[in-house]
């Protein structure tokens, strides 16, 4: 099941420390999401409560949601889906933080969580063209081209890793057909 959020006060507190539990196990396992004022891995879920409640406070139907993905009542994954706020950009949104819970990991959530961004996206606000960026190294480019995303560009070394491990930032695209 897929529940769209789109009001701060819809979020509950266990659903915050769901996500922020779900986000720590992403990426203690590796995951490519981390927070800018996040230490680097490993994380508890408490590095992440700030950045879950910047999330929270900027729900608004027109420009983010959250969408959350639960199997049985338990939280297996999420994304947050943003209008962009420039004028000449408002016709296109923003997919950050997607994330399956690692016990919820090759059973399709990702797929799901992405087939209804997409439809949220296009029906519910209006957006035309959808972007994300990926790491590369973690064959996550190929999730999404076969979610009907295109590769559009790369940042060559633009997100160091590790001493000696720097990946390319992989830019890609949707168009949301009416």
């Known amino acids: 099941m897929i529940t769209q959020i789109s009001r701060s006060q ?36 408490a590095a992440l409560r ?3 409640e910047r999330i929270v406070r900027e729900l608004s139907s027109d420009r983010s949601r959250l969408l959350l993905a ?11 889906l943003r209008r962009a706020q420039h004028p000449l950009e408002a016709h296109c949104g923003t997919v950050n933080h997607v ?9 399709g959530v ?24 990926v790491r590369s190294g ?19 070394g633009a997100l160091r890793v590790a001493p000696g491990d720097d990946r390319d930032e992989i830019l890609m695209s949707l168009a949301l057909s009416t």
């Open 10 to 45: 819809d979020v509950t507190a266990a659903a915050g420390r769901d996500l922020a539990e779900c986000w720590a196990g992403v990426i203690n396992a590796g995951g490519a999401v981390v927070p800018v004022d996040c230490p680097l891995p490993p994380v508890a879920p």
């Open 50 to 52: 700030p950045a879950v």
């Open 70 to 80: 639960s199997v049985d009542g338990t939280l297996a994954g999420w994304t947050v």
């Open 99 to 107: 994330q399956t819970h690692v016990r919820f990991r090759n059973r």
């Open 110 to 133: 990702g797929a799901a969580l992405m087939r209804h961004v997409a439809a949220v996206a296009r029906d519910g606000m209006g957006l035309e063209r959808l972007r994300l960026t």
């Open 138 to 156: 973690l064959g996550l480019e190929d999730f999404y081209r076969k979610a009907g995303w295109t590769e559009v560009g790369r940042w060559p």
